[in-house]
T-cell receptor
């Protein structure tokens, strides 16, 4: 599975959009981009995933560049409860299902 | 998704003892995994729990230290054997419900402290 690079930390003002970047320059054609978050020592929570098209659900939007070498997770209106570590993971759906976690981005939403 | 519970939620144990952690899912799932999260670190996969057969362990993890059972499609256990303070971690199970999706969902975790 391709490796991902994320900034170690980011701040965001409450009510503003939080844009979390992820680089995955070695991504292969059959690999998906998954996003999870972990709120203070709880189990990771699935957010969204995509292959090449932009995706949106009730939690967030995922924007994947045309060359698929990077992506951005967007939380449209961040709240204090969105403070968490956000993990970007690249995984082929044909593999054994396991996820390889990097260090993620610690997002601090401030009032 | 799936509703996943773990028991115990936390425990404090003495070195040299063993602890068995249970993972229960509210529906049959295709795959189950066990992860470890050491203090201040990211998650590391320990093994894939295979139904009716031996678990598949990742590099650095062995069956004698982390025996795993998965007797059916909704339940698995992880035992942390002969514990030392270095085993103090959060242990998490995760599942892939299967069907049309292979998205993985995580349980709440078990926080283990070894004295």
């Amino acid at each position: 599975d391709a490796k991902t690079t994320q900034p170690p930390s980011m701040d965001c003002a409450e009510g503003r959009a939080a844009n979390l970047p992820c680089n995955h320059s070695t991504i292969s054609g059959n690999e998906y981009v998954y996003w999870y978050r972990q709120i203070h020592s709880q189990g990771p929570q699935y957010i969204i995933h995509g292959l090449k098209n932009n995706e949106t659900n009730e939690m967030a939007s995922l924007i994947i560049t045309e060359d698929r070498k990077s992506s951005t997770l967007i939380l449209p209106h961040a709240t204090l409860r969105d403070t968490a570590v956000y993990y970007c993971i690249v995984r082929a759906r044909s593999n054994t299902g396991k996820l390889i976690f990097g260090q993620g981005t610690t997002l601090q939403v401030k009032p | 998704s799936a509703v996943i519970s773990q028991k115990p939620s936390r425990d404090i144990c003495q070195r040299g003892t063993s602890l068995t952690i249970q993972c229960q899912v509210d529906s049959q799932v295709t795959m189950m995994f066990w992860y470890r999260q050491q203090p201040g670190q990211s998650l590391t996969l320990i093994a894939t729990a295979n139904q009716g057969s031996e678990a598949t362990y990742e590099s650095g993890f062995v069956i004698d230290k982390f025996p795993i059972s998965r007797p059916n499609l909704t339940f698995s256990t992880l035992t942390v054997s002969n514990m030392s303070p270095e085993d103090s971690s959060i242990y998490l199970c995760s599942v892939v419900p299967g069907g049309s999706t292979d998205t993985q969902y995580f349980g709440p975790g078990t926080r283990l402290t070894v004295l």
